[in-house]
């Protein structure tokens, strides 16, 4: 069993900074994926930024350039670390760790399009993040 608890989120204006963790516990070893994902009000949860257990990363469009994902290992926590902040990026920012088999070349951008829109894996229960002009 795997429990996930995000923090950092809050309200900055446009073009700040956030960073966000998500506290992983129990066994997350050998293959993996974790990422962050988000939903506005409205609309559909979204994948923002993942990483799989190899370090390879994925990026929505729409944050590429601004956020970076990151994990340490050690502390077991994940990172997105987000800049130049929009005001559509305001949402409710979710963690998820989904745990693999083993690795496929291209899962974590496939993982990163479709996982939003279903239940499967691990989730925690989200922060906010408010940007404001």
């Known amino acids: 069993q795997v429990q996930l608890v995000e923090s950092g989120g809050g309200s900055v204006q446009a073009g700040g900074s956030l960073r966000l963790s998500c506290a992983a516990s129990g066994d997350i070893s050998g293959s993996y994926l974790m990422g962050w994902f988000r939903r506005a009000p409205g609309k559909e949860r979204e994948g923002v930024a993942a990483i799989d257990s190899d370090e390879n990363t994925s990026y929505a469009d729409s944050v590429k350039g601004r956020f970076t994902i990151s994990k340490d290992n050690a502390k077991n926590t994940l990172y997105l670390q987000m800049n130049n902040l929009k005001l559509e990026d305001t949402s409710m920012y979710y963690c998820?760790?989904?745990?693999?088999?083993?690795?496929?070349?291209?899962?974590?951008?496939?993982?990163?399009?479709?996982?939003?829109?279903?239940?499967?894996?691990?989730w925690g229960q989200g922060t906010q993040v408010t940007v404001s002009s």
């Open positions: 998820s760790v989904d745990l693999l088999p083993r690795l496929v070349p291209g899962e974590v951008d496939r993982w990163l399009r479709v996982a939003g829109l279903t239940n499967f894996g691990y």
